[in-house]
């Protein structure tokens, strides 16, 4: 082993899978229950119940609630399906058809093959913001304090599926520069035919390396952090110490700001997508020019919230 790898932080190798359900007796074999579904769904989980936690508190919307607990789970479900929907076609849009088109064309139908992969976190992030616009709309609600509970509670998803990021290997970050080698980690980088995540043999229940032994930065957990784990905190303190849904629109332009700085900082650290190589400028990827539209209009958001009153009871 080299000195490098010594010098690195060694990756855990954790399964992808928390457990195996044996469907032999239904004749389809072994069914992972994978980290990177838990991801989603503990995300969504927990979203769902923090939102219902804090309609049931009006003093905090200034004296009445936006919505109902019907409302919620009605959001709930229009929310997760433009997540999975919104992701899929995100990824297609702004990954695929500008820069994997041949591939496309040899095999339409790898577009309907989600379970190999794919998911464009702004993509989904548009289906969410179709899911609220339709559901303040539907119901007859207000569509920023709507917007406000996606603000709140969006962090906790993203947390969790970044940290699933890394227990797959996946959207690992560059290699570090020679003064950083303890900040590294050696990934599994080998490909396995078939396999999801394509370094892991669910035969063998291995990880499978390339031999290069590059150290990297382990850019999953600085996306979970900024991305994830910070605007939580945030719009958590801002919400519960200094009744910030009040102003109505402050918390979802904090979050698409927050979020939008915090995944620009975090690409200087994260491997761009090698299908961008040569085609993206060196000095922006994919992900920072499709995240300058939320911190853009993060801003103007916090702006309006701030220029007008605080929503109360008589008003």
């Not at 998803?157 to 699933?164: E, K, N, Q, S, T």
């Not at 110490?241 to 402050?250: E, K, V």
């Amino acid at each position: 082993m080299s000195l490098l790898a010594v010098s690195a932080m060694s990756f855990p190798e954790w399964s992808p899978a928390l457990f195996q359900l044996d469907l032999g007796f239904l004749g389809l074999g072994k069914f992972p229950i994978r980290w990177y579904a838990l991801g989603y769904i503990a995300g969504l989980l927990i979203a769902w119940r923090y939102a219902l936690a804090l309609i049931e508190r009006p003093k905090m919307w200034g004296g009445e609630a936006p919505t109902t607990r019907e409302g919620i789970d009605d959001l709930l479900f229009w929310a997760t399906l433009g997540v999975i929907l919104g992701g899929r076609l995100g990824y297609v849009f702004f990954y695929q058809i500008p820069f994997q088109w041949d591939a496309i064309e040899r095999d339409p139908m790898s577009l309907l093959r989600i379970w190999e992969g794919g998911m464009s976190f702004h993509g989904g992030m548009a289906g969410v913001a179709l899911a609220v616009t339709y559901v303040a709309r539907k119901h007859k609600l207000k569509l920023l304090s709507i917007a406000d509970i996606g603000g709140v509670t969006a962090g906790f998803g993203i947390f969790f599926v970044r940290i699933a990021n890394f227990i797959n290997a996946e959207l690992y970050g560059r290699p570090v520069s020679p003064d950083h080698e303890s900040w590294g980690m050696v990934f599994p980088e080998g490909r396995v035919p078939g396999s999801t995540p394509p370094a892991y043999n669910w035969n063998t229940g291995e990880w499978v390396y390339n031999g290069s032994e590059v150290a990297r930065y382990p850019s999953q957990v600085y996306e979970a952090v900024l991305e994830g784990l910070i605007p939580v905190i945030v719009t958590a303190i801002l919400v519960w110490r200094f009744r910030a849904l009040q102003r109505p629109g402050l918390i979802a332009g904090l979050f698409l700001l927050m979020y939008g700085v915090g995944r620009s900082i975090a690409e200087q650290f994260r491997e761009p997508d090698s299908f961008t190589w040569g085609v993206m400028p060196d000095w922006l990827t994919m992900g920072q020019l499709l995240s300058m539209p939320m911190w853009l209009g993060g801003l103007y958001l916090v702006w309006s919230a701030l220029s007008k009153p605080r929503v109360s009871a008589t008003s």
